[in-house]
């Protein structure tokens, strides 16, 4: 089990936490402090989606110039969370060949 997560992130760390206590012992990525390999970023989308990975509603998609925003596609998503971690929706938790994102009760349900 790997969880790509902020150490700041309050869901993240609440996350970690309930999976710690119900016996996981999760592979800790930070996505500020460790960085992620564009093909892991473009794996996880594959898996769930730009759509679900690609947080639109924070504060850094807000930030960006619209140049960035425009003619997104899955490559230049990929790109975009890998310049600027907080674009990823977390936590991320990959574990047995399924990627969760979030931290919702169907998540906790599945994990936990």
């Known amino acids: 089990m790997r969880v790509f ?3 700041a992130c309050d869901t993240c760390r609440k996350a970690i936490k309930a ?9 800790l990525v930070d996505v500020r402090a460790d960085g992620m ?7 996880l989308m594959q898996c769930v989606g730009r759509d679900t990975l690609l947080n639109t ?7 960006l110039d619209e140049a960035e925003r425009a003619d997104l596609d899955d490559a230049k998503a990929v790109a975009l969370i890998a310049a600027h971690p907080t674009l990823m929706k977390r936590p ?7 990627v969760h994102v979030g931290w919702t009760k169907d998540v906790q349900a599945a994990l936990l």
């Open 5 to 7: 997560h902020l150490k």
């Open 37 to 43: 390999e564009t093909d892991t970023i473009a794996r």
């Open 57 to 63: 509603r924070s504060t850094t998609w807000r930030g």
């Open 92 to 98: 991320v938790i990959e574990t047995g060949g399924a």
């Open 19 to 27: 999976l710690q206590a119900a016996g996981h012992r999760p592979e």
